[in-house]
């Protein structure tokens, strides 16, 4: 059965792939070419500052034309499929464990909390950046923090769903999910508190460039958990209903092998 989640889980985030490279053909790479822009710009303001000494061009190991079609296509499509593995295998775990919801349900119900978790609560910490903010010399800190903020705010989900669990036989579903929501975001507030900020915008870069790219980040984001969430839920669902080996809303649960 669990092989059965994890090529499905696959096959739905090949899908989610497909939809977000569309969303980021559109919305994201002008932005990005806006971004290489002012950078470019900035390069030729810092040669004739310094004398009128010519711009040195790195050789690009990949054109721009192939990074922005090809190169968009492969990474979008690959980092959807490993996250369609990884939220069947989570399913997989998580079904009538953490809620007796039901295939639809709870697949809805872990891409919203994984959303937040693992995109959302970070970037709000460390946002996405185009090309021409940050400095190159702090990449690697920068890199470091957010994976900190990433594996803390995971792991603070896990807690949070954990004692949910715990607390609904004792005081009821919604008011232990009311108090586990409330304990996640007191520990990732305090965590945002304790990590430092990284605030590495050039002078002079288009607010509504960051603003945009930032948006168009977030949106492919969203597609991609949303048609996870949903579209993994009703194929699930319907393999329950048409006799499939998963069970089906209120059947006998198979052990997982």
């Known amino acids: 059965m669990v092989r059965a989640l994890l090529i499905r889980g696959m096959l739905v985030g090949l899908l989610a792939g497909l939809l977000v490279f569309g969303f980021g053909k559109v919305f994201g790479e002008p932005q990005v070419d806006r971004a290489i822009g002012f950078e470019t710009a900035i390069d030729e303001v810092k040669a004739k500052e310094a004398k009128g000494i010519p711009v040195l061009q ?27 593995g990884l939220f069947a295998l989570v399913f997989a775990v998580a079904d009538r464990r953490v809620a007796d919801l039901g295939p639809r349900a709870t697949s809805a119900l872990l891409a919203a909390s994984g959303f937040v978790a693992v995109y ?12 021409a903010v940050g400095d190159a010399d702090t990449i690697r800190e920068r890199t470091a923090l957010y994976f900190i903020m990433l594996a803390m705010s995971v792991g603070a989900m896990i807690a949070a769903a954990l004692l949910r669990r715990r607390l609904a036989t004792r005081i009821g579903g919604w008011d232990a999910a009311l108090i586990a929501a409330g304990a996640y975001l007191a520990a990732m507030t305090a ?45 699930t669902e319907r393999a329950a209903a048409s006799g499939a080996r998963f069970p089906a809303q209120g059947g006998v649960r198979p052990t997982l092998r």
């Open 58 to 84: 790195e050789p690009e190991l990949v054109s721009r034309e192939i990074q922005a079609t090809a190169g968009l296509l492969t990474g979008v499509v690959v980092y959807s499929i490993a996250f369609g």
């Open 191 to 235: 965590a945002a508190w304790i990590l430092p900020g990284v605030n590495e915008v050039p002078d002079g870069f288009p607010a509504v460039v960051l603003w945009q790219f930032r948006v168009a980040s977030f949106g492919m984001q969203l597609l991609m958990w949303t048609t996870i969430g949903l579209v993994f839920g009703a194929v």
């Open 120 to 131: 959302v609560v970070p970037i709000l910490k460390y946002p996405a950046s185009p090309p």
